[in-house]
């Protein structure tokens, strides 16, 4: 399986062109083509902005036009905010990474063009495209920059390809707490609020106590955080105490 190239159309700036390399390569992809970049190529300042992703610009292929660039693609995407009077199927970057793994997965080759960062991909430049790729940004302010671009797209392949829970807890060397230590948490807080009597009046305690108890099972403890909260009443509960021995006039 070959992963898609991102192809960049008369980049402007190195900066962009290093920073859709970082973009590239924190999902996973590293196939980058450049065509008539306007400030030659190598480019230095598009080496430091790309930091540790400099592998990614030192396998980009250099291209004089788009139709070299694509020559060898069997299936093309470009990206472009706004409508240039052809005739194209749009597609989200959703519904357009959908199909480029489809394509993928059958040993097809596939690219996406970025246009340069001052007007975009032009007509001359769409007509090597099967398919336009629109994000849909704020009308009133559609101009996206390029890495931010290589960004949404690469994302876009990354998640659509791993499976990733959509919520987990993040666990610091820590387990969640069994209903048994929970309940005796429950037990111990009841035991504290009994002494400082906070159950009344007498016949409402036994509501408060399973209102109580439900809020301890609703909040998914974890044992260091169990354990936190009986260190928490031990110590309210010491202090106390030694409050106590201190004001009574025969201690």
Not at 233 to 251: M, N, S
């Amino acid at each position: 399986m070959i992963d898609p190239v991102f192809i960049l159309v008369r980049p402007q700036m190195g900066e962009n062109i290093g920073g859709a390399a970082r973009a590239m390569l924190n999902f996973g992809l590293d196939r980058m083509r450049i065509v008539d970049p306007r400030d030659g190529w190598p480019n230095p300042r598009a080496a430091a902005t790309a930091s540790g992703a400099g592998v990614v610009l030192d396998r980009a292929g250099l291209f004089p036009d788009v139709a070299g660039a694509v020559a060898d693609c069997d299936f093309v995407f470009a990206t472009t905010a706004r409508g240039r009077e052809l005739v194209k199927e749009i597609v989200t970057p959703e519904r357009a990474m959908a199909m480029a793994r489809a394509l993928v997965a059958e040993g097809k080759k596939v690219g996406f063009l970025f246009g340069p960062e001052r007007a975009g991909l032009e007509n001359e430049d769409l007509v090597h495209a099967n398919v336009i790729v629109t994000v849909p940004v704020n009308p009133e302010f559609y101009s996206l920059n390029l890495a931010q671009c290589a960004l949404l797209l690469a994302y876009e392949w990354r998640r659509q390809g791993v499976a990733v829970p959509e919520s987990v807890l993040g666990l610091a060397r820590t387990d969640m707490a069994t209903r048994v230590e929970v309940e005796r948490l429950g037990d111990h807080f009841e035991d504290r609020l009994e002494a400082a009597g906070f159950f009344f009046p007498p016949d409402k305690a036994p509501g408060m106590k399973i209102n109580l108890r439900n809020m301890w099972g609703r909040l998914g403890l974890t044992r260091a955080e169990v354990q936190t909260l009986h260190g928490m009443l031990r110590q309210i509960a010491w202090k106390l105490k030694r409050q106590g021995e201190t004001d009574d006039p025969e201690g």
